[in-house]
């Protein structure tokens, strides 16, 4: 099985743009996180998405949202991008059905924002 | 609110020897998931280990294991016959289960760099 993939790896932007990533989960998964990395704030928890619907979200600014399509990919946008949102950026997908599935991280998205 | 610990923001062992990092969580729920993940410089992160709230057997994964202390609510991982290979970040998490009325959502703790001196 393929395991999951993150585009782009590295992306740089500048302050007032915005940026979309994206996250292709492991087949026959339906669950999608994201979190975003900084040396300052360690591993934060975004968003989850389960079977296109937002599941659970985090304590981050409107500019950051989220969506997940029918064949469970999703994708992450981040709107009038800022200095502090350069980070790693990591999605994670699992089955998402209980009791309990393992959760399989993506190798990231480097944002910097300059 | 849930919060993670690791109190150890660097460590260092020599290789084939052993080592215990350590975490601390607080929660109010009574059943839960742990987990300690690593994170090489590649920056993937993996799973290491898991151990389940309401097992009170220690989970073992070949050279890992857990010392799992619900009531001090501690979860410390143990690498015996350390090897080059393990130097990386570890993280330890934490997650409520779907059925508990949780999500995929894991807290994550700070993280501990462990390097291995050959």
């Known amino acids: 099985k393929a395991g999951v993939t993150q585009t782009p790896r590295y992306l740089i932007k500048t302050r007032g743009q915005q940026v979309t990533l994206s996250c292709s989960p492991i087949s026959g998964h339906r669950s999608v996180s994201w979190y975003q990395q900084t040396p300052g704030q360690g591993l934060q928890f975004l968003f989850e998405?389960?079977?296109?619907?937002?599941?659970n979200k985090g304590n981050f600014p409107g500019r950051f949202s989220g969506r997940q399509f029918s064949n469970s990919r999703s994708e992450m946008n981040v709107s009038t991008l800022e200095l502090g949102d350069s980070a790693l950026y990591l999605c994670?997908?699992?089955?998402?059905?209980?009791?309990?599935?393992?959760?399989?991280f993506g190798p990231g998205t480097r944002l910097t924002v300059l | 609110a849930q919060t993670v610990t690791q109190s150890q923001p660097e460590m260092s062992v020599q290789e084939a020897e052993t080592v215990t990092l350590s975490c601390t969580y607080d929660t109010s729920e009574s059943d839960y998931y742990l987990f300690w993940y690593k994170q090489p410089p590649s920056r993937q992160m993996i799973l290491v280990i898991r151990q389940e709230a309401y097992k009170q057997q220690n989970a073992t994964e070949n050279r890992f294991s857990v010392n799992f202390q619900k009531a001090a609510k501690s979860f410390s991982l143990k690498i015996s016959d350390s090897q080059l290979g393990d130097a990386a970040m570890y993280f330890c998490?934490?997650?409520?289960?779907?059925?508990?009325?949780?999500?995929?959502?894991?807290?994550f703790g700070k993280g501990t760099k462990l390097t291995v001196n050959p």
């Open positions: 998490a934490y997650n409520i289960p779907i059925t508990q009325g949780g999500s995929e959502k894991l807290v």
């Open positions: 998405y389960f079977s296109e619907t937002q599941r």
């Open positions: 994670a997908s699992g089955t998402g059905i209980p009791p309990y599935n393992e959760q399989f």
